[in-house]
């Protein structure tokens, strides 16, 4: 579940199948063309591509697809025009959810969108009645083990971070979003590679679940809504238990 254990999501993301490796590529190639749309297609000059690209490289996403979504944002191949959208939506037991979309049409994504919360107990919200129960920032996971402390601090925070938060399972670094790519450059110029990396929306305020039914629908929700093509990434702010 992706809740509010972050260290969660790292475990399901390294278990991604090969039958889902395309919904990660898909992601991906949507980030690529818009991220070189908005700032050019040299990943040189445009943190953001550059980051994506290393992600893509992560990933093992053939060259060949990297370098085509990368030509349809400059516009030198064509390609659909992509719309980034928000959602916002209340699923089972109450629990906050953001929902991330990335869409060439807004009305299939809505309805879709709605469909899966609808599905499981769940409900779209209104713009702005979830996102204050979440910080919206850059959020770095780095496993226990792979750099000291001390280290990680003075890089991270000369690099323009906010905070490095401690725990048993490694470190959390969290920045400003505009800092996202900065923060990013700095630990791969250090041969620093997090287990997480992304623009998140981090709960700051939590809902404990402790009925295992209501745990089940929560997990079910999650996986409808991370399997519709449009979807980018879903924050929630359950705490596992």
């Known amino acids: 579940m992706a809740g509010h254990n972050k260290w969660s999501k790292v475990k399901r993301l390294k278990a991604v199948t090969d039958s889902r490796r395309g919904k990660v590529f ?62 916002e939506g209340y699923g089972p037991g109450g ?13 299939r994504a809505a309805k879709d969108v709605r469909a899966a919360f609808a599905r499981h107990s769940g409900n779209l919200a209104s713009t702005g009645s979830v996102a204050f129960q979440f910080l919206h920032a850059g959020q770095f996971l780095i496993a226990a083990g792979k750099i000291a402390e001390e280290v990680l601090l003075e890089i991270a925070l000369d690099a323009g971070a906010e905070d490095v938060i401690a725990s048993e399972q490694g470190f959390e670094v969290r920045c400003k979003v505009h800092a996202f790519d900065k923060v990013s450059h700095a630990l791969e110029q250090k041969s620093i590679k997090p287990d997480s990396a992304e623009i998140a929306y981090i709960p700051t305020t939590t ?35």
């Open 26 to 87: 898909s992601r991906l190639s949507r980030d690529l063309t818009l991220a070189a749309k908005s700032g050019g297609g040299d990943p040189a000059g445009n943190a953001r591509l550059r980051t994506l690209v290393l992600q893509a490289r992560d990933a093992n996403m053939p060259a060949e697809n990297v370098d085509r979504a990368i030509k349809k944002g400059t516009g030198d191949l064509p390609g659909v025009v992509y719309e980034e959208i928000t959602y």
């Open 95 to 107: 629990v906050a959810f953001i929902v991330q979309a990335t869409t060439d049409n807004k009305t």
């Open 207 to 241: 809902v404990p679940v402790t009925d295992p039914g209501v745990a089940a629908s929560l997990e079910k929700l999650h996986e409808s809504l991370e399997e519709i093509d449009d979807v980018q990434a879903v924050f929630s702010n359950e705490e596992e238990t």
